[in-house]
């Protein structure tokens, strides 16, 4: 079996086409998550939060040979961790509104039974006892 027939046979498995449409979907996805964020749920938080920016937080360790400070930039970190944390909220919120539309109708709980079904179960309780 040749290389490019042993390629084309994976290739077009089932299971690397739905890889690639899910990548794509999922990089579509990103960018509307990415949109929600940044120009929905940011310019709401903006007011609450005021402006929160660790970016420039950090302490100097040693400095290089051409006399520039050795800085460890944990802010930029911290920065990535509070944007990370809301962004994860806000997929977390969307998913479970999703999840809420697909979910089937309530079902209406069971009826107590009817005074025959009752007579019925008890007669057959006392046969069975017998």
Avoid: H, W
């Avoid at 939060?49 to 930039?73: E, H, M, R, Y």
């Amino acid at each position: 079996m040749s290389i490019a027939s042993e390629f084309k046979e994976f290739a077009v498995k089932g299971n690397v086409i739905d890889l690639a449409v899910g990548i794509v979907i999922g990089v579509a996805f990103g960018k509307i998550v990415s949109s929600l964020v940044g120009d929905v749920v940011m310019p709401l938080l903006a007011p609450v939060l005021g402006s929160i920016n660790f970016s420039d937080l950090a302490f100097t360790v040693a400095t290089d040979a051409a006399g520039k400070p050795v800085l460890v930039k944990y802010g930029v970190f911290l920065q990535t961790c509070f944007e990370f944390l809301i962004i994860a909220l806000v997929v977390f919120m969307v998913i479970k509104a999703i999840n809420r539309m697909k979910r089937p109708p309530a079902v209406a709980p069971p009826t107590a039974p009817s005074r025959t079904d009752l007579l019925l179960q008890e007669i057959r309780d006392f046969l069975a006892k017998r």
